[in-house]
C-alpha cells in the first residue's frame, strides 16, 4: 500500500512546484516507509510522487514512479492488482517485455495496449495516476468500491490529485473554504459523505470513476457500479429481459440444486480468498470469533500452510463473556496457524487518543477499533493482513436488511404518508427527543421509500436537527447540495430484490463512507496493508444472483470450508464487537465529558478539524 500525489498544469505553463510536490509526498510518509520517488517532466507542466510500502516484488525494480521502456508512460499507484499474473502473461503473449516482477509494470502495458478502457480487465483495490506523454494527458482511476482513497482539486487550470484530503489541503492555491455540504454531511452521518470533503476546493474521485485531464479541461467518468451489478444480477428487475439460458445478464446460472449453490459460493470465496493472498511478504489474518474472520481463515488455511492470525484482546472483558480470545484461539489451533494474541487495555486507548486523532485524514465517528487492530498487526509484524469486512453487507446479517423492508411495506402503505408524518414530526419532535430516540418522530414522514429509511436507519442526526448544531444557512445550503434523499433512491434504482436493495444502500453509503475509509486511515497510520476478500467486485458479480434466488446466509457463507467451523460457533447468535471506544480514548479527561457518547465524540472530532 502507498501514498500518491500528482500535480498536472493542464491550462498554463507554469512550472510544478517540486517543494510543494514533495510536500504533499511527504506528508503521506506512514502511507509508504520502505521507499520514495519523485519525477518531473522536462517541460515541468507534470510531476508524479511517490511513497512506497513494498509488498510485489520487494526490490528496487518495483520503484515508482515507473515508466514503460521509451519513457512514454509513466505511473504512480497504491493498491494492489490480484489478476495482475494472468495480465501480465496476456500481455508478454502479445510481445509486451517486463523488467520488474511487480503489478505496477502491469498497467503501464495494459494502457498501452487497451488505454482507459484497460480498468475493464483489474480486479483489486487501486488508485493509480498514469501521464500520457503521446497524449499529453493524466489518466487517474479508483476501484469499483472505493476501497483505496483518491482526492482531487481542480483550480481550473492545474489538477492536483492525492491519496489524502491533508495531503493536498497545504497547496496554496487550492481552495480550502468550508464546503457546506461537507460540513452538513458529516453530521447527517458521523462521516463526510463522498464526493464531498470539508475543503470546498478537494473532492473525492467516485469509486469506480476515471479521471482524464488535458488542455481540454478534466472529465470523470463511470466504468463501473455496485448498484448497477447488483441490478444486472436481480431476475426480479429482469422483466423481459430475461434470459432464456437461465442466466441472469451477468451471466451467473440460476440453479435450483441447493447442493449446487452451495458449491459455487464455496467455488466464489475461495477464488477470492486466493487472489487476496497474493504477496511476496507473508499474509496474516485478524481473527476473532465471528463467522466473517473465521471462514475466512478456515478457507486460507487451503491455500497456505503459512498462514498468521492476530486477535485483540481486551483486558478489561478477560473472562467475560465480551471476550472472544478463547474463541479465536480455538479456531487458531483447529486450522493450525502461526497465531498471537495482543492484549490492550483502557489505558492503552487513553494513551493512544492524540495519534489516533492525528492519523484522521477526514472526521469521523469511528475507526478506533481499526486503528488498534491494525498497530497490533504491524506490531506482530505483518505488513499485509485480511479483513472479514464485507460480510454482514453482502449476506445481509444487519438489522437494517429487515427493519427497512418492514418499514417500507408498512408505512409505504399508508396514502400521504410523508405528508401527513411531516406535520407529525414538527409537532411531537420538541417533546420525543426528550424522551427517547429523536428518529421516532420521523418513523412516518420517513418510512415511505428505502432511501428515507435508510437515513432513518443510518443518521446520526435528522435533518430537522441540524440547525441545533450548524448554521441554520449553512445547514439549508449544504443540504441542497447534498441531494441526499435523491442520491440514496438513486442508489436503488433498477433494483426489485429488498436483500440486494439494501446491500446497494450499506455498500455503497455506510461500508464505503465510514467502514472502508476508517480502515484505510487506520492501517495507513500503522504501514499496515488491509485486504477485504468479502469487498471484491468479481466476487459481488457471482454471488448476487444467487443471493436474490437463494436468500444466502453469512450461515452458508460459513459451511463453505472443507474443514467445518466448530458448530456452536455456527449457531451462536451475531453479538457485534462491543468495546467503549470512545470513552475509553476520554479516560482520564474530565475536560471533555460532553464528547462522551456517540453524538458527544462526533462533534468532538468535527472541532478538532474546523
Not at 14 to 42: I, K, N
Not at 221 to 249: C, K, M, N, W, Y
Not at 296 to 306: C, F, G, I, Y
Not at 425 to 438: C, D, H, L, N
Request: aromatic share 8%; proline share 5%.
Amino acid at each position: 500500500m502507498c501514498g500518491i500525489a500528482a500535480t498536472f498544469r493542464y491550462g498554463k505553463r507554469g512550472p510544478v512546484d517540486r517543494d510543494q510536490l514533495r510536500a504533499m509526498r511527504d506528508g503521506m510518509r506512514a502511507r509508504g516507509p520502505d521507499d520514495e520517488g519523485l519525477w518531473v517532466s522536462t517541460d515541468e507542466r507534470v510531476g508524479l510522487a511517490h511513497r512506497r510500502l513494498s509488498i510485489i516484488d520487494l526490490s528496487p525494480r518495483g520503484a515508482q514512479p515507473m515508466a514503460n521502456g521509451d519513457g512514454s508512460l509513466r505511473v504512480i499507484y497504491n493498491g494492489e492488482i490480484y489478476n495482475y499474473q494472468s495480465i501480465r502473461d496476456d500481455l508478454e503473449a502479445q510481445g509486451y517485455e517486463f523488467q520488474s516482477d511487480s503489478d505496477t509494470e502491469v498497467l503501464l502495458h495494459l494502457y498501452a495496449e487497451k488505454g482507459r478502457e484497460m480498468v475493464h480487465d483489474l480486479r483489486g483495490m487501486y488508485a493509480f495516476a498514469l501521464w500520457d506523454a503521446e497524449r499529453e494527458g493524466l489518466f487517474a482511476a479508483r476501484d469499483p468500491y472505493g476501497i483505496k482513497p483518491l482526492y482531487v482539486a481542480d483550480t481550473g487550470k492545474t489538477l492536483h490529485v492525492a491519496s489524502q484530503v491533508q495531503a493536498l489541503r497545504g497547496v496554496d492555491e487550492i481552495d480550502t473554504s468550508k464546503n457546506p455540504a461537507g460540513h452538513v454531511g458529516y453530521f447527517l452521518w458521523g462521516h463526510v459523505p463522498e464526493p464531498h470533503t470539508l475543503y470546498e476546493g478537494i473532492r473525492a474521485v467516485p469509486a469506480g470513476h476515471t479521471v482524464w485531464a488535458d488542455a481540454d479541461g478534466v472529465q470523470q467518468e463511470q466504468f463501473a457500479s455496485i448498484s448497477e451489478a447488483l441490478a444486472a444480477a436481480d431476475p426480479a428487475s429482469q422483466g423481459t429481459h430475461s434470459h432464456t439460458d437461465g442466466r441472469v445478464s451477468n451471466g451467473t446460472p440460476l440453479t435450483t440444486d441447493e447442493e449446487a449453490v452451495q458449491e459455487e459460493l464455496r467455488d466464489a470465496l475461495l477464488d477470492t480468498v486466493r487472489h487476496h493472498m497474493v504477496a511476496d511478504v507473508d499474509v496474516g489474518l485478524f481473527l476473532s470469533a465471528g463467522l466473517d474472520s473465521a471462514t475466512l481463515t478456515a478457507l486460507a488455511s487451503e491455500v497456505t500452510d503459512r498462514l498468521r492470525t492476530v486477535t485483540l484482546g481486551f483486558g478489561e472483558f478477560r473472562g467475560t463473556h465480551h471476550d472472544e480470545v478463547p474463541g479465536a484461539e480455538r479456531l487458531a489451533e483447529r486450522y493450525d496457524t502461526d497465531h498471537q494474541t495482543v492484549w490492550v487495555t483502557q489505558q492503552d486507548f487513553a494513551d493512544a487518543h492524540d495519534d489516533l486523532l492525528a492519523a484522521m485524514d477526514q472526521p469521523t465517528n469511528d475507526g478506533a477499533n481499526s486503528y488498534f487492530v491494525s498497530k497490533v498487526a504491524r506490531e506482530a509484524g505483518l505488513k499485509v493482513a485480511l479483513s472479514g469486512l464485507g460480510g454482514d453487507e453482502l449476506f445481509g446479517s444487519y438489522p437494517s436488511f429487515t427493519q427497512i423492508p418492514r418499514l417500507v411495506s408498512t408505512v409505504g402503505a399508508v396514502p400521504g404518508a410523508a405528508t401527513i408524518g411531516k406535520g407529525l414530526r414538527v409537532v411531537t419532535a420538541p417533546v420525543i427527543k426528550r424522551m427517547t430516540s429523536p428518529k421516532y418522530a420521523g418513523l412516518l414522514e420517513y418510512g415511505t421509500d428505502y432511501g428515507r429509511a435508510y437515513l432513518l436507519r443510518r443518521g446520526l442526526y435528522m435533518p430537522w436537527e441540524l440547525p441545533e448544531v450548524l448554521d441554520p444557512d449553512l445547514v439549508q445550503e449544504g443540504w441542497e447540495e447534498l441531494q441526499t434523499l435523491a442520491r440514496l433512491n438513486a442508489t436503488t434504482d433498477g433494483i426489485g430484490n429488498e436483500h440486494l436493495r439494501v446491500t446497494a444502500l450499506d455498500s455503497c453509503w455506510y461500508m464505503r463512507n465510514q467502514l472502508l475509509r476508517d480502515t484505510d486511515w487506520a492501517s495507513m497510520a500503522h504501514s499496515l496493508e488491509v485486504r477485504t476478500p468479502l469487498v471484491d467486485y468479481t466476487l459481488l458479480q457471482r454471488l448476487a444472483p444467487l443471493i436474490a434466488t437463494h436468500g444466502l446466509s453469512k450461515t452458508d457463507m460459513a459451511r463453505t470450508p472443507k474443514h467445518a467451523l466448530p458448530g456452536d460457533l455456527l449457531d451462536r447468535p451475531k453479538s457485534g464487537f462491543w468495546v467503549p471506544m470512545r470513552e475509553w480514548l476520554l479516560a482520564d479527561r474530565p475536560e471533555y465529558a460532553d464528547a462522551r457518547g456517540r453524538r458527544g465524540w462526533v462533534k468532538y472530532v468535527y472541532d478538532r478539524f474546523t
